[in-house]
């Protein structure tokens, strides 16, 4: 294949379609609005699955990469009530299928597998445009402009590749995460940090729900879940992290002081995470030369699979176009009729109901209840 792929975005699911098809020996070249790969924290934890980002990484061709950076242990799990009783206590007995690594650290093994030169940073798309001849101009915030026969929109929920191929825009799914971090737990919250333990932990609650994850060192990441609309969340200051803890913390009365010690007792501002998604069934006619990958296509709540949703997308649509190099439009087909059934499977998956925040079903019991039945389950 010799026509150059333009890709819109350095996240995970950009950089695995670039890996591949750098594997693969087609030109490439990714534009990223960040000005380096430092220029912002990469979130936290990232479980990566054996059905689905582990596939993208083998044919990525970085198996052994992605061993040296699994933080071991992580994948132990605990459910806890909401007066701080454990319910759930799964150990990481290292048989597991979505072991654990840090997201900047993923991200970095993606970039050092690419040729110097392939992502130009600093490069913020402020819009695109169809040209004749299924060409595309891509218009950056200073001013300069690329043309291309294929273009790729890695570029995530307010994607500006995707009014290329349709309308629709993300909608606020009536639930935020507010994020804390607590760091040396283990000498500095000793409570929390044994509440935890050594994995991740849940505690969910009709309504509300707090998520921790124990990362590298003894750093806890928690994310407090709250249904609620985004008005109610605008009237909270957050310019004053002080003001922020109590009105969260507030949600949580009478919950568990172990519990609790995750929103009041972090060492960093909380940091507000409304969740956006596309519907569930979204997908577009073919346009020819153009397409998208990870959030930009199908953007959902946090459900544990948008990362490795992103690089399966980027490995697939990468496979796809060196398997078809005389005929972009069968590989771009091809792709996306299996990304649009994967996307959808994942949105509405038998029991999802109790995964809802704002559910009744959303208690610790619940949650304990339909892991005991999933590992029954042959």
């Given at each position: 294949m010799h026509t150059p792929v333009t890709i819109i975005g350095a996240g995970l699911g950009g950089l695995t379609l670039a890996r591949v098809l750098h594997v693969h020996g087609i030109p490439v070249t990714v534009y990223e609005s960040e000005s380096s790969p430092t220029a912002r924290t990469q979130g936290g934890m990232l479980d990566i699955h054996d059905y689905n980002g582990q596939l993208a990484l083998e044919a990525a061709g970085l198996m052994d990469e992605?061993?040296?950076?699994?933080?071991?242990?992580?994948?132990?799990?605990r459910v806890l009530d909401l007066d701080g009783t454990v319910l759930f206590d799964q150990p990481d007995d290292g048989t597991g299928g979505r072991p654990e690594v840090q997201r900047a650290e993923l991200r970095q093994i993606l970039l050092d597998s690419l040729p110097a030169g392939t992502v130009h940073w600093g490069h913020k798309v402020s819009g695109t445009r169809a040209l004749s001849e299924g060409r595309y101009e891509v218009a950056f915030a200073d001013g300069g402009?690329?043309?291309?026969?294929?273009?790729?929109?890695?570029?995530g929920a307010w994607s500006r590749v995707r009014p290329l191929l349709c309308d629709a825009t993300p909608s606020y799914v009536g639930t935020s995460f507010v994020e804390t971090y607590l760091f040396d737990a283990d000498t500095r919250h000793p409570a929390a940090a044994k509440a935890v333990g050594g994995g991740s932990l849940l505690a969910p609650s009709p309504g509300k729900e707090i998520f921790a994850h124990r990362e590298s060192g003894d750093t806890l990441h928690s994310y407090i879940a709250l249904s609620k609309p985004l008005d109610w969340f605008a009237a909270v200051d957050f310019t004053d992290p002080a003001a922020v803890t109590a009105r969260i913390a507030a949600e949580f009365d009478g919950w568990a002081p172990e519990l609790t010690a995750?929103?009041?007792?972090?060492?960093?501002?909380?940091?507000?995470?409304?969740?956006?998604?596309?519907?569930?069934?979204?997908?577009?006619?073919?346009?020819?030369?153009?397409?998208?990958?990870?959030?930009?296509?199908?953007?959902?709540?946090?459900?544990?699979?948008?990362?490795?949703?992103?690089?399966?997308?980027?490995?697939?649509?990468?496979?796809?176009?060196?398997?078809?190099?005389?005929?972009?439009?069968?590989?771009?087909?091809?792709?996306?009729?299996?990304?649009?059934?994967?996307?959808?499977?994942?949105?509405?998956?038998?029991?999802?109901?109790?995964?809802?925040?704002d559910s009744e079903n959303n208690t610790a019991h619940a949650l304990v209840a339909a892991f005991t039945q999933a590992v029954q389950t042959p």
């Open positions: 992605f061993h040296a950076i699994v933080l071991e242990g992580r994948q132990a799990m402009t690329v043309v291309t026969g294929l273009l790729v929109g890695a570029d995750l929103i009041t007792d972090g060492d960093t501002a909380p940091v507000l995470r409304p969740h956006y998604a596309l519907p569930a069934e979204h997908r577009w006619d073919r346009v020819p030369g153009v397409t998208l990958v990870g959030d930009a296509a199908h953007l959902a709540a946090p459900n544990g699979e948008g990362a490795n949703l992103a690089m399966l997308d980027g490995a697939e649509l990468g496979k796809a176009l060196a398997a078809h190099p005389e005929d972009i439009e069968a590989a771009l087909t091809e792709y996306e009729q299996a990304m649009f059934t994967r996307a959808a499977e994942i949105a509405t998956f038998e029991g999802a109901e109790i995964h809802r925040i």
